[in-house]
């Protein structure tokens, strides 16, 4: 099949509550599963005995609470992850990714803004030091996580937590000291300071 049909096939099941999926290519389904905003196809379609469409339905920022939560207990490393990856997935599924057996997986749930606080400051306690990375650089994670993160003598977890907007001043100023860093802290610095006030907009 061309690329070309491929993309037809895929269009014509993008709108709202088309269910007739079959006689579209693999590849076509896949597409559909990335890119869908109907909740009716990526329900449908998260049911598929293809891992690959599953994974999609898993990623995309449309699929439903329910939908994910479905996908959550998937055989599938990579579906799984994407679950917990997802800011959509609900604070009670994320929180059954927390001792999942897969690392890439417990990875994704480090770098999900949605991810509870509680979750976020375990792994920063962990001795996973990629994993204290995407903690160190998530938004969502506690300031007193991040202060004691940037205590560890690791590059990328230090270079994290002088991007991360929820860093406190007095962390910044610590790492200020280190050469590696001091780029980064003061690109972020900038940010901050051109932010614009609450209730304002540029």
Known sequence: MSLKTTMNDAASVNSPGLIELAGLSLEALEAVAKDSASQEVLNTL???EFYKIRRNVAGNLNSSAE????LATD????VRGRVA???NTPVETLSTFARDRDDDVRDSLAENPSTPAEILSAFGRGDDLERCSCVAGNPSTPPETLAKLALIEHRNIRIAVAGNPSSPAETLALLAQD????QHIAMSKAGLENRPAPGFSL
Do not use: F, S
Request: net charge negative; proline share 6%.
């Open 67 to 70: 939908t994910l939560t479905a």
């Open 85 to 87: 990856g997802n800011p």
């Open 75 to 78: 055989k599938d490393d990579i």
């Open 179 to 182: 050469k590696d860093v001091a």
């Open 46 to 48: 998260a049911e598929h």
